[in-house]
């Protein structure tokens, strides 16, 4: 069955490193997107990105990240000098642009800022 | 905006007895999409079950099924004959028919007992 998958599982930086979240979402997909869980809340929204560009982002998605699909099969996220408070679980998602089409999930990139 | 509400942090069931999670939601649209994730220790987003707000009959999957009352704004989960593997959290979730941006709940640990 066809899955996201991201790496790396899990990484520690300093703060003020930046830190780079791969994922290849599922082939057939158009629609990528990351999400945010910090430990004990709830998944909250970030960015999508279709054809090439954000389509939406949330207010946490600010200067500091960005996106990018820089070939056929993956898709980034950037997190420019990173603060304690970006230690979180990241995880990258994908679907097909159909109204209402599953969003699949990645395994997650948990990301510890020290 | 959207919100959803799971009122219950923590539930707990008796293996092979039946439980019920609670999801309530709050929106104008008659267009949207009801989903359910469940979350193992290893943090993974997993689609349990989806509905369609259009759909008057309640989705199943397996042991799994939801109980929506979309005048009410209520889409509770139905887990029968539980087993030890259902242990994890579950993230009840809305999309917007236009959109593609998950709006979660703040989550149900389920815990299951021998």
């Known amino acids: 069955e066809p899955e996201v998958t991201q790496t790396p599982s899990h990484q520690v930086t300093q703060m003020g490193q930046e830190v780079i979240l791969r994922c290849v979402p599922i082939s057939n997909h158009l629609y990528f997107y990351w999400y945010r869980q910090i430990l004990g809340q709830k998944v909250e929204f970030l960015v999508s990105f279709y054809n090439n560009e954000i389509s939406e982002k949330s207010e946490i998605f600010d200067d500091q990240f960005s996106v990018e699909r820089p070939d056929g099969s993956n898709f980034t996220l950037k997190i420019r000098s990173t603060k304690l408070e970006d230690s979180a679980m990241y995880f990258c998602a994908s679907s097909n642009p159909l109204p209402g089409n599953t969003i699949y999930f990645g395994e997650g990139s948990w990301l510890t800022v020290v | ?114």
């Open chain 2, 1 to 114: 905006a959207q919100t959803v509400t799971q009122s219950q942090p923590e539930m707990s069931v008796q293996e092979a007895e039946t439980v019920t999670l609670s999801c309530t939601y709050d929106t104008s649209e008659s267009d949207y999409y009801l989903f359910w994730y469940k979350q193992p220790p290893s943090r993974q987003m997993i689609l349990v079950i989806r509905q369609e707000a259009y759909k008057q009959q309640n989705a199943t999957e397996n042991r799994f099924s939801v109980n929506f009352q979309k005048a009410a704004k209520s889409f509770s989960l139905k887990i029968s004959d539980s087993q030890l593997g259902d242990a994890a959290m579950y993230f009840c979730a809305y999309l917007t028919g236009g959109g593609n941006k998950l709006t979660f709940g703040t989550g149900t640990q389920l815990k299951v007992e021998l």
